[in-house]
Nanobody, 121 residues
Framework: QVQLVESGGGLVQAGGSLRVSCAAS????????MGWFRQALGKEREFVAG???????YYADSVKGRFTISRDNAKNTVYLQMNSLKPEDTAVYYC???????????????WGQGTQVTVSS
């Protein structure tokens, strides 16, 4: 079992930066494929970024060049650094572990509760 807890969401102006964190317990994240997803109001949840157990990183086209996923094995935590934020990045951001297939897609076995990110124009 893996428990995931996101933190770091909040309100930021367009063009600003925010870092959200995903603290894991129960199992180490260093050996897992991890992903960040987001769900805007009235829309389906979508892939944002992922990091494989080997450290390879993957991004949705909409965030490439602005967002960076990273992992701190000592803290058993995965981060999503978000720069040059836009109002369309407003969503609840979810951390997930152990994709059953592609890292880009659901389903994943474990999910956090989500953290709200709001970008004002």
């Amino acid at each position: 079992q893996v428990q995931l807890v996101e933190s770091g969401g909040g309100l930021v102006q367009a063009g600003g930066s925010l870092r959200v964190s995903c603290a894991a317990s129960g199992r180490t994240v260093s050996s897992k494929n991890m992903g960040w997803f987001r769900q805007a109001l009235g829309k389906e949840r979508e892939f944002v970024a992922g990091i494989s157990w080997s450290g390879a990183m993957y991004y949705a086209d909409s965030v490439k060049g602005r967002f960076t996923i990273s992992r701190d094995n000592a803290k058993n935590t995965v981060y999503l650094q978000m720069n040059s934020l836009k109002p369309e990045d407003t969503a609840v951001y979810y951390c997930a572990a152990d994709p059953r297939g592609s890292l880009y897609e659901e389903p994943y076995d474990y999910w956090g509760q989500g953290t709200q990110v709001t970008v004002s124009s």
